[in-house]
């Protein structure tokens, strides 16, 4: 039998960051405020989970300004994009090895 869990990339344990590379691997780019919401979690906590998500490289920032309104959007790296799938590919071998 095939040991999974090693292939598990342990920056998706959270269901935080799970949730927040799910949402950016269905669009290109999501802005923080729609990250959050759609999480339903504090500004706080999903600063926390993108900065841990930005320093491995998973996630890119992007700040601008819309009028004068300050936007930050975010976007799945395509290391980040490589690392989540090659996490999904391990979960589904732990899945359907029990067949």
Same mark, same amino acid.
């Given at each position: 039998?095939?040991?999974?869990?090693?292939?598990?990339?342990?920056?998706?344990?959270?269901?935080?960051?799970?949730?927040?590379?799910? #949402? #950016?691997?269905?669009?290109?780019?999501?802005d923080f405020t729609t990250?959050?919401?759609?999480?339903g979690i504090t500004d706080g906590n999903l600063a926390s989970h993108l900065k841990a998500l930005e320093k491995l490289e998973y996630v890119a920032m992007e700040k601008m300004f819309v009028g004068r309104k300050p936007?930050?959007?975010?976007?799945?790296?395509?290391?980040g994009k490589k690392a989540f799938k090659n996490h #999904?590919?391990? #979960?589904?071998g732990m899945l359907n090895s029990g067949k």
């Open positions: 039998m095939k040991n999974w869990f090693e292939h598990l990339d342990k920056a998706f344990e959270s269901k935080v960051r799970l949730g927040i590379m799910s #949402l #950016l691997m269905m669009e290109d780019s999501q990250l959050r919401e759609s999480l936007k930050t959007k975010y976007s799945a790296t395509k290391l #999904l590919t391990a #979960l589904e």
